[in-house]
């Protein structure tokens, strides 16, 4: 009973979180390709976070946000890319393109990837994945190369409103701009499976306990 009490309410909550429409190539034949993310449900005025996850080798070179939402906080690690800011509005666009940072080899690129977002707001976490085909012809003159990034002081998001920013200092540690956001989200996420794990073993003991005192009587 203890676990529906905090099911219950979290499943309702977690219904409340923003969503996202992707439109973006279902095959990716070119060391190029444009993504647009329409998210929606956002809560006007409260901080939003999210990191979108490329095929391996890939890096975001530009994007862009409309409506314009003011000081917006990027970080960009590996071939993936994230943004933090506060929505202006319940509904923004982000588009952005990506290019193949990576030398193709002799032979073609090809296999099954992901574009895969995951996002956080007041009104919890959530996750948008959409499979993507990779089939790049070997092509030198295709191969799109991404500048080398400055590194960041500090591990501090940097501030931008419609251009790719410089990639973390590796020796300052990478962290998801959601904790940034929402730093005591982890702890409270831990506590939570905490309670209902010792909810869980206290129903065991209970029903365990009243099963051998109707079996002894």
């Known amino acids: 009973m203890l676990i529906l009490m905090i ?3 979290l499943s309702s909550y977690s219904s409340l979180a923003a969503t996202i429409e992707r439109h973006a190539p279902s095959i990716i034949n070119t060391p190029e390709f444009n993504a ?3 998210i929606t449900n956002l809560i006007k005025g409260e901080p939003f976070a999210l990191e979108e996850r490329l095929p391996a080798g890939f890096r975001v070179s ?3 946000l409309t409506p314009d939402a003011g000081d917006v906080k990027t ?5 993936s890319f994230a943004w933090a800011f506060t929505p202006p509005k319940e509904e923004v666009v982000l588009s952005y393109s990506a290019v193949y940072s990576g030398s193709i080899p002799n032979e073609k690129i090809t296999g099954m990837s992901a574009l895969d977002a995951v996002y956080f707001d007041k009104n919890g976490p ?7 085909k ?3 012809a070997s092509s030198a003159d295709n191969v799109k190369k991404v500048e080398e990034a400055k590194p960041m ?6 501030s931008s409103n419609s251009s790719a920013s410089p990639q973390a200092n590796k020796k300052s540690g990478y962290k998801s701009p959601i904790s940034l956001v929402y730093p005591n989200f982890a702890v409270f996420f831990y506590a939570l499976l905490a309670v209902i794990s010792l909810a869980t073993l206290i129903l065991i003991k209970v029903h365990h306990h009243n099963y051998k005192k109707r079996y002894k009587n």
Not at 75 to 79: A, E, H, I, W
Not at 126 to 132: E, I, Y
Not at 153 to 158: G, I, S
């Open 7 to 9: 099911a219950l309410p």
């Open 126 to 132: 959530g996750r948008s994945l959409t499979p993507v």
């Open 36 to 38: 647009t993310l329409i």
């Open 134 to 136: 990779l089939e790049i």
């Open 153 to 158: 002081v500090k591990a501090e998001l940097n």
């Open 75 to 79: 970080r960009d690690k590996n071939s």
């Open 62 to 64: 530009s994007w862009s």
